[in-house]
Nanobody, 123 residues
Framework: VQLQASGGGLVQTGDSLTLSCADS????????VGWFRQAPGKEREFVAA????????RYADSVKDRFTISRDNARNTVHLKMNNLKPEDTAVYYC?????????????????WGRGTLVTVSS
């Protein structure tokens, strides 16, 4: 699995940004995919996950109602639409492919990780 996250950048508070995760090896089509983030000096944390059919999703409380995860299995791509961004959303965002097909928050259920993309939200 080769995952590549993209779409990060520098934005202002209240702006929107969409991250994309491309799976060039096409092994995520039967697996859940998750987004995680790691802020400077902090541990990596769960952000959102989507099941392999795309019908089930899970979100961290901190991003619920602001972020939306979606997937296009035909293009082996997962997106994270982020609205109303806040300075506390500043982090490196990573996408990961889970061992199973069920969306999960558990980091240890994710086997494959991509390189992250930096999101910086200025106040």
């Amino acid at each position: 699995v080769q995952l590549q996250a993209s779409g990060g950048g520098l934005v202002q508070t209240g702006d929107s940004l969409t991250l994309s995760c491309a799976d060039s090896r096409r092994t995520s089509s039967n697996s859940a995919v998750g987004w995680f983030r790691q802020a400077p000096g902090k541990e990596r944390e769960f952000v959102a996950a989507i099941g392999w059919r795309g019908s089930t999703t899970r979100y961290a409380d901190s991003v619920k109602d602001r972020f939306t995860i979606s997937r296009d299995n035909a293009r082996n791509t997962v997106h994270l639409k982020m609205n109303n961004l806040k300075p506390e959303d500043t982090a490196v965002y990573y996408c990961a492919v889970a061992l199973g097909s069920i969306a999960t928050k558990a980091m240890d259920r994710y086997r494959y990780w991509g390189r992250g993309t930096l999101v910086t939200v200025s106040s």
